[in-house]
């Protein structure tokens, strides 16, 4: 069965220090990979996803997140953290041949300190 | 206005009570989902629809029913509420399996 996980329950970062969120995934086909973000009282907004091609996945408000096959993993990063950047992380995981559903991780809390 | 949207978005109801949440997408996009959020569980997900008349149980189906007569709506309802199903509930929709999901703003669901 496809799964996901996030072995983190939260991060904390300094601003202006880059930020990495991990995220490691089990599919038995290819996976279609994503990134969501949580703000407070909010519903889940795309950042970015993995379907094919460059292992590096540029997404919104200065986000990427690296695929990488033999590790299984596909953490999020940013080069500079801000505080705004604070909020609810998660990533989510698509067997692209054996379901249509997303499966989610339980989700990662940034906390960005000033 | 474009977009998916759900009603209400904050409901308490008695054990025992029948409630439905509901979820309207302008999009018509194919596939529509509904998840629970839960703290330390993240989200999981109740029900889906690959299409009109088309749906199939999650990894926490059970207590919840689901309907697609029209690709646009997929109400979601709790046939006899109780406690445990206290949490956020999430609708998205989705145009094809490559695309991510688009999320509604969710229902705070409190049974007491």
């Known amino acids: 069965a496809q799964s996901v996980a996030q072995p983190e329950d939260q991060v904390n970062v300094a601003e202006g220090n880059p930020l990495t969120v991990k995220c490691t995934y089990s599919?038995?086909?290819?996976?279609?990979l994503f990134w969501y973000v949580q703000y407070p009282n909010r519903g889940l907004q795309f950042l970015l996803k993995?379907?094919?091609?460059?292992?590096l996945v540029k997404g919104s408000y200065g986000f990427e997140a690296e695929f990488n096959k033999s590790q299984t993993s596909f953490h999020l990063k940013k080069p500079s953290a801000l505080v705004s950047d604070s909020a609810l992380y998660f990533c989510a995981v698509r067997d692209i041949y054996n379901t249509d559903k997303l499966i989610f991780g339980t989700g990662t809390r940034l906390q960005v300190f000033p | 206005d474009a977009g998916i949207t759900q009603s209400p978005r904050y409901k308490i109801t008695e054990t025992g009570r029948q409630v439905t949440l509901m979820c309207h997408q302008t999009w018509s996009h194919s596939y529509m989902f509904w998840y629970r959020q839960d703290l330390g569980h993240g989200l999981r997900l109740i029900y889906y629809s690959a299409a009109a008349d088309i749906t199939d149980k999650g990894e926490v189906p059970d207590g919840y029913v689901v309907s697609r007569s029209k690709t646009e709506n997929f109400p979601l309802t709790l046939e006899s509420a109780t406690r445990s199903q206290t949490s956020v509930y999430f609708c998205?929709?989705?145009?094809?399996?490559?695309?991510?999901?688009?999320f509604g703003s969710g229902t705070r669901l409190t049974v007491v």
């Open positions: 998205a929709s989705s145009e094809t399996q490559e695309y991510g999901y688009t």
């Open positions: 599919v038995s086909g290819n996976p279609y």
């Open positions: 993995y379907i094919t091609g460059d292992n």
